[in-house]
């Protein structure tokens, strides 16, 4: 399992889990897609931004390993602003593939998007 570093591990101040520690040795969580409703906590909310941003900075619009990154915060993305980037896509590999739609991430989280072009 890739470990992204420089990637954040977790909203700041919360306990929204952006990175796993290690591996799971029965294996990966499988990432599924999770309906967004709009009644959804402000802290939630501020949570995805923050993970689409930090997405954005350290991927920008390329193919991204899965690797340590938590199931559950891309699920909440996943098949709307974060995508497979390969056909034989794995929901359950550490080496699965995935891509960041970013028209789709601006039209839903316009703030992470606010200061610009990835570094």
């Excluded at 619009?61 to 709307?80: H, I, T, V």
């Amino acid at each position: 399992m890739i470990k992204h570093r420089g990637f954040p591990g977790r909203l700041p101040g919360s306990d929204f889990q952006f990175t796993i520690r290690r591996a799971n040795p029965k294996g990966a969580t499988a990432i599924v897609r999770r309906e967004r409703y709009r009644d959804r906590r402000p802290a939630d909310k501020r949570a995805d931004t923050a993970f689409v941003r930090a997405l954005w900075e350290a991927f920008g619009d390329q193919p991204f390993e899965r690797g340590n990154l938590d199931a559950g915060r891309l699920s909440w993305l996943f098949g709307r602003e974060v995508l497979p980037a390969e056909d034989a896509f794995d929901s359950e590999s550490y080496e699965a593939l995935l891509v960041l739609d970013v028209a789709a991430a601006r039209r839903a989280f316009p703030d992470a998007f606010e200061e610009g072009e990835p570094a």
